[in-house]
């Protein structure tokens, strides 16, 4: 941690990131206004003091939305790279350190997935699955594995000769407790830098499935609804779009800092 | 030479995995075509009928083969929601969509090559600094966002283009790419701040080599050693990057087509999923993936003739 | 041109207000103009439309499953025997002149002479057989058009005349004789060819639609000589589209769209359609009728107006909008008041004393439904029942929530075809095939049944306010409004004719200079 801190991306990417978090743990607890709540006199209202953001077509709270919304693509991002990043370590811890011809399929399989425009895959997914929330987290989680194995798959080729190793087999410890003790402890630095680039792909992907409306449906909130249903009101409230918009640069842009603070990309 | 056959070879057994993939990705679906086609006319006999007109009796292999075979003759089945030629259905759509991404791919490069030099050659300074904080924040923006933001800016306030008023490419060639620029622009800027940020990291990855300093002791300025020396190499992973970077802009494409309205086949996909018209929806998976894999392919290839040390290993 | 209006206007039918749909303009609403005259007219020239939701799949007249929109574009190349004016009269098209028995049971129609279809061919009394045999489903059984279900048998005694005969004596069948006439033998799938004052030319799937003026129509003839509609399904692209000029005319706007179109003509008029929560009344919780009531008492019209739609649009309380001036009952509108705690108290009767869930399926292309299925989301929340909103596309709406019934709740708009109440209130009989919200009601089905039976009048209007009293009682949904429907026009277009049915008349509008 302490070496990553000498590094002015990280350490922006840090602020950015924990300002948002703060901001959407605060919106789990409380938001100024209730960001459903609709209001017929109030419809469409310029930012002012009041209303930070200004209001929608309903005359609901865009500040109070946009926390809500930014909690929500956080929470369905967190869920997705969990999915895939448990998953990923199974299947390349497994593959990394007894190799053979299954990881060598399995290598080929995740090669061509990830030549893959994600969103494409994404939709296919979807198409299989259902829209909604659960099906875009589950959509998103399996898109994610094969990045996770790739990076855990070479970690653990690389560990399985070292000498700690040797010495815990010598100790006669079992390949299992071998890998998920001694190994992937080790390997967690590494991943780190995946999991946040991990987050800048999901909170982009949850936005653009959600704005191409297969992904959250009302009334359930995310940034990507919010930003197309802001796309209605561009020329009378183009605070809306552009305040939601910023909301979805600034998570992309902390995790983007943080993942390069850490040697990713 | 060996090396050309052997990664075509590759590329024919890719095209067939995915066409067979795409294929079965849309068979487990469950759901009846027929109840949806035939919806308050559904009587078992219509229903068997229309199964055994659209081949949907035949064994999983024997439908496979019959739609790989049709696919490649360039007629890959019948839509389920418009009950007409899924060709005619995509009839105008391809050329939107291939002219969108190659236009953002053409802004993709005609950005990022020259500030990627640019950043490289004044590194440590003012310029390189706020570039490099730009480049960053560009990175982070979603092209449909920004796409929306083109529309508001440079469409109602300016009046630069005229939001929605695509012209077709069957009216006006000129019209039609002059109304995609905004679009293609939407998608290019993230993608040539990637690729921009590549560049400059690959040019100061040379620059620290023997040949460089060599180059330098003999009194060359810097822009002489970066562009007689340098650029040459520094380009490589760049031109892999770029080319299999096309298949993000066609990804791209079918999200930013929505914000201009325009009719290419993003609309046609989404309106397939949602409408679970199958056919469609597999033959523009399968157009995406095969550009996706062919440009890879190229991309190795022409690795490989720039740099003749892949040659070897 | 002289119009011949014959004395064929059945005067039950007709008494429609006249101009009802225009007269609902507020005075002093600013995002309205009064059209004024300016310039002449001028003859020719071509205008884009933009419409929110492309055509149907088939643009077969025939084909039972076309929606409202498509119906209202179709309606400018096909015709019938007699078609609807503006006024919401029948008048004669294809028929010159009809005659009915006295049991209601026969129709016979003299054809007009010289009437030539698209493709230059003569109509002639074969084509007006082979037509109405294949809507009506007369070799198949099946009748392709609902409305013209109740024919037996149609038979040419001449060249010019058509004889139908009806299973059920029907005084309001003239209204329903507006099913199209097309050529004997085309395959309406792929060749759309029939009579109207516009022909079909091409048509790119989700992108656009092409007609052309038809030289030799037998009426007055279209001012434009080109009319290309352009699909725009995203609803604020097609509001920058006519800001811009991109478009120059668009119909069925809302009244949030209509607001930042400033140098346009913005003409109101209402919907002509009954938006409501649609219920389907098969699926629990709604096959109770306490909790259908509960919604009704949760669910305060007005308000749901006012907030998805800034006050414009008539409330209506029964399957009835108010441009059906004799069967409209503005008594109904408020029958249920809003009530939070009787509706909570109805839903502990019903045993959902903690609410429940439930999904409002909406068509994602019409943005004036969905607000409103997002305002009832809200407005629900107070008495503990949660709705989500599921968009779909159109065709995937119109397949398993409208043809399969596999919904719950929907918040859509149903208009009516022809100018009879039947079209309003036939659907809600148990056995109907477009009942698809499964309600069912003895009381309902015999009231209606005594009503299209009755040859007399006053008793007949009596006997459908009695179904639309049923209706409201019984909660069958929870009725909203006849939405506000705005029209934004190119200043230097004029001509458009509202109707008090859902159709769009292309060939009245004129370029002026």
Known sequence: MKQYLKDKNFRAGLLITGIMLCVILIGLLWTPYDPNAMSGSEKLLKPSAAHLFGTDNFGRDIFSRVIQGAGATFLIAAAAVAIGLVIGLIIGGLTGYYGGVLDEILMRISDTILAFPSILLALVMIAILGKGKYNIIIALGILFIPSFARIVRSEVAKQKNTDYVRNARLMGASNMRILFLHIMPNIVPVLLSSVAIGFNNAVLSEASMSYLGVGVQPPDPSLGRLLSEAQGYLFQAPWYAICTGLAIILLILGFGLLSEGMGGE | ?313 | MKKRFIAMVLAFVMVLALGACTSETPANDPGTETPEATGGMVEGGEITVGLYNDLDASLDPHMSSSSAGTREILFNIFEGLVKPNSDGELVPAIAESYSVNDSADQYTFKLRQGVKFHNGKDVTADDVVWSLSRAAGLETGEPLVGDVANIAAVTKTDDTTIVIDLKKPDTEFLAHITTAIIPEGIDPLTEVVGTGPFKYVSRVIQSEIVLEKFDEYWGEPAHLDKVTLKIIENPETLVMSLRSGAVDMAVRLNANQIKTLTNLKVLEGSSNIVQAIYLNNAVKPFDDVRVRQALCYALDKHEIIDLSSDGYGSPVGSSMFPAFGKYFMPELTDYYTKDLDKARELLTEAGYPDGFEFTITVPSTMQTHVDVAQTIVELLRPIGVTAKVDQVEWATWYSDAYQNRQFEATVIGMDAHGVAASDMLARFQSTNAKNFINFNSPEYDATYTAAISTTDDAEQTRLFKECETILAEEAANVYIQDGASFTAMSTNLEGMEFYPLYVLDLSTIYRTE
Not at chain 2, 33 to 39: A, D, F, S, V
Not at chain 2, 50 to 65: F, I, K, S, T, V
Not at chain 2, 101 to 115: D, Y
Request: hydrophobic share 50%; glycine share 8%; net charge positive.
């Open chain 2, 1 to 313: 030479m060996t090396y050309v056959l052997k990664k075509t070879g590759v590329l024919i057994i890719s095209l067939i995995l995915i066409s067979l993939l795409a294929f079965l990705a849309f068979q487990i679906i469950p759901g009846d075509p027929t109840t949806k086609i035939l919806g308050t006319d559904y009587t078992p006999e219509r229903a068997e009928a229309l199964r055994e007109q659209l081949g949907l009796n035949d064994p999983l292999p024997a439908r496979y083969l019959s739609w790989l075979k049709g696919l490649l003759q360039g007629d890959p089945g019948i839509s389920y929601s418009y009950f007409m030629p899924v060709k005619e259905v995509m009839s105008g759509k391809i050329q939107v969509t291939a002219a969108l991404s190659l236009l953002s791919w053409v802004l993709v490069m005609l950005f990022s090559i020259p500030l990627g030099i640019l950043l490289a050659r004044f590194e440590g300074g003012h310029f390189e600094r706020a570039g490099i904080v730009l480049n960053q924040v560009f990175m982070a923006v979603p092209p449909f966002f920004l796409g929306m933001l083109f529309t508001y800016l440079f469409g109602l306030v300016l009046h630069w283009f005229m939001p929605g008023g695509y012209i077709p490419f069957s009216q006006s060639v000129p019209g039609a790419l002059g109304y995609m620029f905004f679009p293609a622009l939407a998608i290019a800027i993230p993608k040539a701040a990637k690729t921009a940020k590549l560049l400059r990291s690959s040019i100061l990855n040379e620059m620290n080599k023997d040949y460089v300093r060599t180059a330098y002791s003999r009194g060359n300025s810097r822009w002489a050693v970066l562009r007689d020396h340098v650029l040459r190499n520094a380009m490589l992973p760049v031109i892999t990057y770029l080319a299999m970077s096309l298949a993000d802009t066609v990804a791209g494409s079918i999200i930013v087509e929505q914000v201009f309205a325009l009719p290419g086949l993003g609309r046609l996909l989404l309106s397939a999923i949602g409408n679970r018209d199958f056919p469609v929806a597999q033959c523009i998976v399968v157009i995406i993936a095969f550009v996706v894999v062919f440009m890879n392919y190229l991309a190795d290839i022409i690795t490989q003739y720039v740099d003749p040390r892949v040659r070897l290993s």
